[in-house]
Antibody
Framework: EVQLVESGGALVLPGGSLRLSCAVS????????MNWVRQAPGRGLEWVAH???????FYADSVKGRFTLSRDNARKSVYLQMNSLRAEDTAVYFC??????????WGQGTLVTVSS | QSDLTQPRSVSESPGQSVAISCTGT?????????VSWYQHHPGKAPKLIIY???KRPSGVPDRFSASKSGNTASLTISGLQAEDEADYYC??????????FGGGTKLTVL
């Protein structure tokens, strides 16, 4: 059974940093691209970042230069380092597996709150 | 990149059919056959129900169908059931490994 479990969400001050983790099981991580998608309170889904099997990374304009996505296939984990956090980054962050240009498995999400 | 445009809400009675539109541009929906749809019950993980415009993943009922014409994609749910009440999002690949979602449509089964 495919599972993705996010962790690391917390309350953080504006300008602060946070690292989210996504532990995967039920499939071979090195064979898949992975993504983070977020949902701000009362808002829709927003694609955030993508990491290919070869570790190339791509970001939404809203987070480019502040967020860094990485992966450790041996540890079966994907990481999202978030720096210079802003109030508008407040959201539930979902770890998502990529299947042929769509997102086929999602985690339950982890809540990030940026507030003073 | 702007969100794809979806109606904020739709409603229909059980057993009926409902269609949800998703309008983008020639740079996203119109450019690629890489439109997907997601069902999201709040508090749960979103679920992929359509990929590549009109393909259903294993386990998704054939009551869910979808199509695309030009810059607009559409999801149709027939034989509505109470459990179909959820938020629905379209998504399109844009380019250079980036994606854009629609704003979401709240489906109410009356």
């Amino acid at each position: 059974e495919v599972q993705l479990v996010e962790s690391g969400g917390a309350l953080v001050l504006p300008g602060g940093s946070l690292r989210l983790s996504c532990a995967v099981s039920g499939f071979t991580l090195r064979d898949y691209s992975m993504n983070w998608v977020r949902q701000a309170p009362g808002r829709g889904l927003e694609w955030v970042a993508h990491i290919r099997e070869n570790r190339d990374t791509f970001y939404a304009d809203s987070v480019k230069g502040r967020f860094t996505l990485s992966r450790d296939n041996a540890r079966k984990s994907v990481y999202l380092q978030m720096n210079s956090l802003r109030a508008e980054d407040t959201a539930v962050y979902f770890c998502v597996r990529d299947k042929a240009w769509a997102f086929d498995f999602w985690g339950q999400g982890t809540l990030v709150t940026v507030s003073s | 990149q702007s969100d794809l445009t979806q109606p904020r809400s739709v409603s229909e009675s059980p057993g009926q059919s409902v269609a949800i539109s998703c309008t983008g541009t020639s740079s996203d929906v119109g450019a690629y056959n890489r439109v997907s749809w997601y069902q999201h019950h709040p508090g749960k993980a979103p679920k992929l129900i359509i990929y590549d415009v009109n393909k259903r993943p294993s386990g998704v009922p054939d009551r869910f169908s979808a199509s695309k014409s030009g810059n607009t994609a559409s999801l149709t749910i027939s034989g509505l059931q109470a459990e179909d009440e959820a938020d629905y999002y379209c998504c399109s690949y844009v380019d250079s490994y980036t994606w854009v979602f629609g704003g979401g449509t709240k489906l109410t089964v009356l």
